[in-house]
């Protein structure tokens, strides 16, 4: 006997977890985590210095800021994060946020499909920055928001001005170039 127009059942309670796509995301995490360069390095005291002049100051912190993006990144959520505990629901929405812009903008593969038309890449990033404007401004949190990305930016551009960028390679090319020169 068969049951025409039955909603099919599944052998088991939980959802069917799509294995592939999991550990395809876990992998892109571990890959963007994996440009991250050492703590001890970015903070090692012996590489700290006054530059000598503003070309000099503007040489470090363009080399800086490409050598530690990933370290800089975390530096930024950090502060924003602390400046926002005193505010459960921007917290909130905060954290919301971020696993949005994960997801739509820096783990997918394919470009984004709606109604049969694909979005590029300029307009998901203008779409979900308009987005994360006007949901933390509906938050009341937006001088405080301002204000640890004003201390963040303090923060990254005092260390990427004093850090020396000697003992800084990009990839095993540019140390071997640097050490035959």
């Known amino acids: 006997m068969t049951n025409y127009g039955a909603i099919p059942t599944s052998s088991h309670g939980s959802p069917v977890v799509d294995l592939d796509s999991v550990s395809r995301v876990k992998q892109q995490i571990k890959d963007g985590l994996a440009t991250r360069r050492p703590w001890r390095v970015m903070f090692d005291f012996h590489s700290v210095g006054i530059p000598r002049g503003l070309s000099d100051a503007f040489s470090r912190i363009k080399k800086n800021l490409v050598y530690f993006q990933t ?77 640890a990305l004003l201390i963040g930016a303090v923060l990254v551009l005092i260390h990427a001005v004093v850090r020396k960028t000697d003992d800084l390679f990009l990839d095993e090319k540019a140390a071997m170039a640097e050490t035959l020169a």
Do not use: M
């Open 71 to 147: 370290n800089y990144a975390i530096v930024f959520l950090v502060v924003i994060f602390l400046s926002l505990i005193k505010h459960p629901t921007s917290l909130i929405v905060l954290t919301v946020l971020v696993f949005v812009w994960i997801f739509l903008y820096f783990l997918r593969d394919e470009p984004i499909k709606l109604f049969s038309y694909q979005v590029d890449d300029k307009t998901v990033l203008v779409c979900l920055s308009v987005i994360t404007i006007v949901l933390l401004f509906l938050t009341n949190a937006t001088l405080n928001i301002a204000g």
